[in-house]
T-cell receptor
């Protein structure tokens, strides 16, 4: 039981390049989330999903797209990376419901130069 | 707008003392509030959840209170140890219950 796994752990991109971050969970959770964390800003929600085939915008969705084609996977895409997207990205999942805890991945450190 | 606020200044305390961290929220009426711990370079880890009808909840050296009138939760660590040094985050489900929203977190440093 691996929990929540993020791929890759580190990445350096040039401005304008694209990439996809993969999040996989093996807990059969309905809800999945993508956050970014910047110094002094805390965790900010980018996009989230409440079930397979569904996605919704969070607090800072611009410049990102997501897909949830399979229940266990939640992909975060950057179509044209910008230096402002340099951050640490965390994926999380939960069963769903107001009384359920979230489980986090180990994070992806992305640098856009 | 809805906000979750935590003290952004780091809290430094001596080993053995009680650490108290604060989480304030506005324009919410949450049924549940959660606390997480985050170590450098790691993802947050769930610690405790408290319901609106629970005034207090305990887990080992941890205690959480939830005052829905003040719109505030307090997180206490008793007999603190250097290993308790970390950033502590509070979180609420917002947006109709689908979005898990976090406060900015408070860094705790426990010194010998």
């Amino acid at each position: 039981n691996a929990g929540v796994t993020q791929t890759p752990k580190f990445r350096v991109l040039k401005t304008g390049q694209s990439m996809t971050l993969l999040c996989a969970q093996d807990m059969n959770h309905e809800y999945m989330y993508w956050y970014r964390q910047d110094p002094g800003m805390g965790l900010r929600l980018i996009h989230y999903s409440v079930g397979e085939g569904t996605t919704a915008k969070g607090e800072v969705p611009d410049g990102y797209n997501v897909s949830r084609l399979k229940k266990q996977n939640f992909l975060l895409g950057l179509e044209s990376a910008a230096p402002s997207q340099t951050s640490v990205y965390f994926c999380a999942s939960s069963l769903g419901g107001l009384n359920t805890e979230a489980f986090f991945g180990q994070g992806t450190r992305l640098t856009v130069v | 707008s809805q906000k979750i606020e935590q003290n952004s200044e780091a809290l430094n305390i001596q080993e053995g003392k009680t650490a108290t961290l604060t989480c304030n929220y506005t324009n919410y009426s949450p049924a549940y509030l959660q606390w997480y711990r985050q170590d450098p370079g790691r993802g947050p880890v769930f610690l405790l959840l408290i319901r609106e009808n629970e005034k207090e909840k305990r887990k080992e050296r941890l205690k959480v209170t939830f005052d829905t009138t003040l719109k505030q939760s307090l997180f206490h660590i008793t007999a603190s140890q250097p290993a308790d040094s970390a950033t502590y985050l509070c979180a609420l489900y917002t947006g109709g219950g689908n979005k898990l929203t976090f406060g900015t977190g408070t860094q705790l440093k426990v010194e010998l």
